[in-house]
Nanobody
């Protein structure tokens, strides 16, 4: 089995920063793309950022210049550094990874449980 465990969410004032982490564990042979999604109250889930195993990165326009995604392949971990946070960033953040298990010849998508980020004075 494969698990993704997120950490680092919380309450922060506008203009503040948070760093999210997501560690994958289990019978992992390799991990392809890893990403962060968010779902704000009353809105659809949106892709915030992703990073491929080769280091290709993309961000949704609303976070460009403020958020930075990175990964540590040795630790099977993806990070999201969030700076200059504003109330519109309030959401539950989910990590996502394409994982190939030792027993498989294909990649499957796994999700973390979500971590709440609240930006409020």
């Amino acid at each position: 089995q494969v698990q993704l465990v997120e950490s680092g969410g919380g309450l922060v004032q506008p203009g503040g920063s948070l760093r999210l982490s997501c560690a994958a564990s289990g019978s992992i042979l390799s991990i392809g793309v890893m990403g962060w999604y968010r779902r704000a109250p009353g809105k659809e889930r949106e892709l915030v950022a992703f990073i491929t195993s080769g280091g290709i990165i993309n961000y949704v326009d609303s976070v460009k210049g403020r958020f930075t995604i990175s990964r540590d392949n040795a630790k099977n971990t993806v990070y999201l550094q969030m700076n200059s946070l504003n109330p519109d960033d309030t959401a539950v953040y989910y990590c996502n990874a394409a994982v190939r298990r030792y027993s498989n010849t294909y990649y499957s998508t796994y999700w973390g449980q979500g971590t709440q980020v609240t930006v409020s004075p």
